[in-house]
């Protein structure tokens, strides 16, 4: 059974970062791309950062130049390197893999960014 386990989140002050990771595991899991998605409560859930296994990345315009994500060799651990943040980077950060048609996410882990 494939898992995706966040960590990283806590509570920071504005302008300063957080380093979020991303742990996937299960005996068949081989992820083409991951990514990390946020959400924050009675809003949809955004896209923010994804890779793909040949290193390819893309990036949410609202975190373009302050967010990096980035991934072991097996991408099995993902991490998202969050500088400064901003009180509206406040959210659930969720964790996607896909692996041909099938998704899986993680349970999330919460930053809080006070100003």
């Known amino acids: 059974q494939v898992q995706l386990v966040e960590s990283g989140g806590d509570l920071v002050q504005a302008g300063e970062s957080l380093r979020l990771s991303c742990v996937g595991s299960?005996?068949?899991?081989?992820?083409?791309?991951m990514a990390w998605y946020r959400q924050v409560p009675g809003q949809e859930r955004d896209f923010i950062a994804g890779i793909y296994v040949n290193g390819l990345t893309k990036y949410a315009d609202s975190v373009k130049g302050r967010f990096t994500i980035s991934k072991d060799r097996r991408m099995r651990t993902v991490y998202l390197q969050m500088d400064s943040l901003k009180p509206e980077d406040s959210a659930v950060y969720y964790c996607?893999?896909?692996?041909?048609?099938?998704?899986?996410w993680g349970k999330g882990t919460l930053v809080n960014v006070s100003s």
């Open positions: 996607h893999a896909e692996q041909g048609p099938v998704q899986y």
């Open positions: 299960g005996p068949s899991y081989n992820p083409s791309v």
